[in-house]
T-cell receptor
Framework: EPEVTQTPSHQVTQMGQEVILRCVPI?????FYWYRQILGQKVEFLVS????????KSEIFDDQFSVERPDGSNFTLKIRSTKLEDSAMYFC?????????FGSGTRLTVV | DQQVKQNSPSLSVQEGRISILNCDYT??????FLWYKKYPAEGPTFLIS?????DKNEDGRFTVFLNKSAKHLSLHIVPSQPGDSAVYFC??????????????FGTGTKLQVIP
C-alpha cells in the first residue's frame, strides 16, 4: 500500500478553470510538500505545509495556488485559474528520514 | 538559478557494465545529497544518499561519491541491469531541522540499460 496516495492520476481541464489535486499521506507526519515537474524539466519545489500552515513557498506558488488540509488527512493543492503553463506532473510528498516519500503524482493537462 | 545541475540529459549503457551519473551543485550550504529514481507515471523513489561528512556511500550495486571541494557527486551502478532504466535525479538539502527539509532537484538523467 503506497504511503502517499494522490488523486486523480490524470486531470484534463480547460484554461481558466479551477482544479483541486488531492493527496492522502497515510502516516501521521507533520510536514508535507508539493512539487511539480513540467515535462522534461526538473522537479520544482512549490510549497511546504506544516501544522496546517504554509511554512515556505517558491516563486512559482503565486496567488493562483493554495494549499489546505481541510479534514486533517487529505492535503489539497488548488489552482484557481489554470494556465497552459500549469500543465505538469504534480507530486505530493512527506518527509521520512533524510528524504521524501513521494506520491505517484497527478498529471495535469490544461487545454 | 540552477543550484543542482545534471549536465547529461541521457546515458546509454550495456547491461553488465558500469553506469556513472554525474551531478554538480553550487550552494555551499547543502550538506546532504540524495539520488532518486523515477519511472514514467510514478513519483520519484529514494535510492541512496550521502552526508557531506562522507565521501562515499555504498548500497549493493549503487555507490555515491562526493567530492566537496569540487562540489560534485556521482552515482555508480555496477553492474547495470535493464530494470535500472529510468530517470535519475540528483538532489540536495540542508540538514533536517525539526523535520522540515526542502530538497532541490537537478534536471535528471535518463539512463537506458541495453540488454
Amino acid at each position: 500500500e503506497p504511503e502517499v496516495t494522490q488523486t486523480p492520476s490524470h486531470q484534463v481541464t480547460q484554461m481558466g478553470q479551477e482544479v483541486i489535486l488531492r493527496c492522502v499521506p497515510i502516516s501521521n507526519h507533520l510536514y508535507f510538500y508539493w512539487y511539480r515537474q513540467i515535462l522534461g524539466q526538473k522537479v520544482e519545489f512549490l510549497v511546504s505545509f506544516y501544522n496546517n500552515e504554509i511554512s515556505e513557498k517558491s516563486e512559482i506558488f503565486d496567488d493562483q495556488f493554495s494549499v489546505e488540509r481541510p479534514d486533517g488527512s487529505n492535503f489539497t493543492l488548488k489552482i484557481r485559474s489554470t494556465k497552459l503553463e500549469d500543465s505538469a506532473m504534480y507530486f505530493c510528498a512527506r518527509t521520512g528520514g533524510y528524504g521524501y516519500t513521494f506520491g505517484s503524482g497527478t498529471r495535469l493537462t490544461v487545454v | 538559478d540552477q543550484q543542482v545541475k545534471q549536465n547529461s540529459p541521457s546515458l546509454s549503457v550495456q547491461e553488465g557494465r558500469i553506469s556513472i551519473l554525474n551531478c554538480d551543485y553550487t550552494n555551499s550550504m547543502f550538506d546532504y545529497f540524495l539520488w532518486y529514481k523515477k519511472y514514467p507515471a510514478e513519483g520519484p523513489t529514494f535510492l541512496i544518499s550521502i552526508s557531506s561528512i562522507k565521501d562515499k556511500n555504498e548500497d549493493g550495486r549503487f555507490t555515491v561519491f562526493l567530492n566537496k571541494s569540487a562540489k560534485h557527486l556521482s552515482l555508480h551502478i555496477v553492474p547495470s541491469q535493464p530494470g535500472d532504466s529510468a530517470v535519475y535525479f540528483c538532489a540536495a538539502t540542508n540538514s533536517v531541522s525539526g523535520g522540515y527539509q526542502k530538497v532541490t532537484f537537478g534536471t535528471g538523467t535518463k539512463l537506458q540499460v541495453i540488454p
